[in-house]
């Protein structure tokens, strides 16, 4: 975010990545895409040059993670890796069935691949308690 280009953000995001060491195969690189600049507003472009540029810089973003609403309003072709093969989708909502609002954009494409949850709805209702951690989201691999 920042108002950075994303081809700036994806420099940054890469540098990180070398200083932390190399990666294990079975490493999966996310964009976690809940910039509120984009709310409601079309980021394909956007996210299309963040995961250009990673490539260029010898990594591969493979899952998209966001929110049914912003993700429905904001992404409106389902984005590639820069090899051209689909993202995979992991889906946080905050409801008792967090896969109903899956946005059309990636229903049926066989790219979801996790869910974020929590038993209860946003607001009131507190998610788990994990003992020495406190609330917590709940995940599954689909």
């Known amino acids: 975010g920042n108002g950075n280009s994303p081809e700036d953000e994806a420099k940054n995001f890469c540098s990180h990545i070398k200083a932390a060491g190399k990666l294990n195969p079975d490493d999966r690189l996310v964009l ?3 910039d509120p600049k984009f709310q409601g507003k079309n980021g394909d ?3 299309a040059a963040f995961i250009k ?3 260029r810089q010898g ?4 899952v998209l ?3 049914g609403p912003y993700l429905g309003a904001s992404v409106k072709v389902w984005p590639k ?3 051209g093969k689909p993202l995979r989708y992991w889906h946080a909502a905050y409801t008792k069935n967090p896969e109903a609002s899956i946005p059309s954009v990636a229903k049926g494409k ?3 691949w996790a869910v974020q949850y929590t038993d209860g709805k946003a607001g009131s209702i507190e998610p788990k308690q994990a003992r020495g951690i406190g609330p917590c989201d709940m995940n599954y691999l689909v």
């Open 32 to 34: 976690d895409w809940e």
């Open 45 to 47: 472009k956007w996210i």
């Open 53 to 55: 540029e990673v490539g």
């Open 59 to 62: 990594y591969t973003i493979r």
């Open 65 to 67: 993670y966001s929110y």
């Open 81 to 83: 890796d820069h090899k």
């Open 110 to 112: 066989s790219v979801l």
